[in-house]
């Protein structure tokens, strides 16, 4: 009979088959482990699973579970952030998509990993999240979140938005562009790598707003303090408007300022002309569950099977790593360690 005490809720994305053959891998195994296992209503026709119980899409499915298991990809894991942040049950991920930078292991690890999960072999980190705020001349519009990024762009394809950025209310430029992305660490390497950002490592703690295309000879990416708060204002230019509050004659100017927001690539907002955007720390974490290896790490404790940081770049963007020697592994006169993807390549895994 499962354990009352210890329940996991089961997310896949179910229009690929291999995540629907996983899931139901893992909800067999939890099952046969003792563990209560629960499966979305929308999900529950397609993955089929005896022995789980099925519930509504709210957060109310991961309220009181230990974890949520994600199979798919970094798109599923963030659908999965929805429901289990207002709960606070940590996520762990189980990557069969591209990238996969959220996910904690891949599907040839699937055994081990779930294995692990059930002996309780796992621990959590939270990762920062932004709050995201729209107005419109004082008006609420909307009020949301983001775990990777909230965006500004423009509309319409053959237009550019004309912006103003400020940090800690103080405006800092102005930029016609394609938007602005605001986002956390765990976002770097998200849109904002693509953008021409930083990538920032998981743990540092920081705000990021990087210009997309922005026609300004300022308009680098920035990185500020987690304590501050930024904003994207729409400069309104109605007909003859030079969005200053001034007339000139001489221009017949459309409305530039038409934009819509994104927040995690997921949840669209029309903005009107004129719009304010206010990006701060979000409130509530994500919490994200890591999984050990077998041997120990560098500092004595566990070695987590998903890597640090810096191996998961070499492995995902398959990094040119030849001809690093590594203190720790040649003193001991052992083979460099190899990550996936990086076959017959050194890498910056098990140093001191």
Known sequence: MPDSNRTMLVLAHTGKADALHSARLVVERLVAAGVAVRVTEDEAPTLACTGATVLPVSPEAAKGAELVIVLGGDGTLLRAA????PAQTPLIGVNLGHIGFLAETEPDGLGETVDRLVAGDYRVEERMTIDVLARDNGRELVTTWALNEATVEKAARERMIEVVIEVDGRPLSRWGCDGVVCATPTGSTAYAFSAGGPVVWPEVEALLMVPISAHALFARPMVVSPRSVLAVE???????????????????????GKAVMWCDGRRRFDLPPGARVEVRRGSLPVLLARVHGPGPGADGGPVAVGGPFTDRLVAKFGLPVAGWRGRAVRARGDDPPKLPGNSGRETAGGHA
């Open 82 to 85: 929805e429901i289990a942040r």
């Open 234 to 256: 729409l400069v309104y230019e109605g007909p003859g408007g030079r969005g200053d509050g001034r007339h000139d004659e001489g221009r017949r100017h459309a409305e530039t």
